[in-house]
């Protein structure tokens, strides 16, 4: 077996192995691999600093990350790991981070994170060895709803180019994917949320997953959680909420009151470089 970058291997095969090793998992994954070209580039995945286990010349597994400079650090973000199904209890991931830390490091990583569901204990058990360690807990959630019809709210579509970050994007709240150095390359859309007459809440919504990647309200008051959840149904009947920290009781709580149900939990892992 032999662990190398996958700088040299067509995109499209890395994703066909994506998708086989992905089969049968937790969460169902798309299989356009348009989806995956877009996701990848908006995250910033590199290539050059993503690893690959190769048998006979075979792409068996990989290690694939996005790089940025992100808090005061140069990341490398893991955006998905896996190994094909009949080379499974090989520690081949062990493997391909024996070769990418030290080759990470050389090349200017200062620090790698990833996000792993809690459910996959083999995996976190793995990570643990490698050297990662548990930063915070994340929480998904999704809901399905239909707005009544008539509403005594208003949602106002905002041009991105003008939106306000500094109040929407608290860096620390947010997971990789949903932050404003990811956001801004997706072709996210955002919503001012209003109640008489007076701006209430706001959401950032990416239509392709019917995903709301950040959302807040102007003051904490059950009218205005009410009012922000409600705006998010009259611009989507099915709503995903991915990553949401869970030290942020509040919002667990809200979510929770509003019928969003748990999907799945996960850790966000990290290890200094």
Request: aromatic share 14%; charged share 25%.
């Amino acid at each position: 077996m032999e662990v190398r970058t996958l700088e040299s291997v067509d995109i499209h095969e890395v994703i066909d192995c994506f998708l086989k090793a992905f089969e049968g998992y937790y969460v169902a994954f798309p299989t356009d691999h348009d989806f995956y070209l877009d996701r990848w580039e908006s995250a910033g995945v590199k290539l050059d600093f993503s690893y690959g286990a190769f048998e006979d010349g075979e792409l068996i597994a990989f290690l694939i990350h996005a790089i940025d400079y992100r808090g005061g650090q140069v990341i490398a973000f893991n955006t998905g790991t896996g190994v094909l199904p009949e080379f499974r209890g090989r520690r081949i991931v062990a493997a391909m981070y024996e070769f990418a830390l030290p080759d990470l490091k050389m090349k200017g990583i200062t620090y790698t994170l990833l996000e792993v569901i809690q459910q996959n204990e083999k995996a976190v058990s793995v990570y643990k060895k490698v050297g990662f360690e548990i930063r915070r807990e994340f929480q998904c959630f999704k809901r399905q709803s239909k707005s009544l019809g008539e509403s005594s709210v208003e949602v106002n579509e905002a041009d991105m180019t003008d939106w306000d970050w500094s109040v929407s994007s608290v860096e620390a709240a947010y997971s990789w994917d949903n932050q404003e150095e990811t956001l801004v390359f997706t072709d996210c859309r955002g919503f001012i949320v209003s109640a008489n007459n007076a701006m209430v809440a706001y959401f950032v919504f990416i239509p392709e997953t019917n995903q709301v990647a950040q959302f807040g309200v102007i003051e904490s008051t059950h009218e205005s959680w009410d009012a922000l959840f409600e705006g998010m149904s009259l611009v989507s009947d099915e709503i995903k909420i991915n990553n949401v920290d869970m030290s942020i009781s509040e919002r667990i709580l809200q979510l929770n009151l509003h019928h969003f149900k748990e999907t799945v939990k996960q850790f966000e892992m990290g290890m200094e470089l």
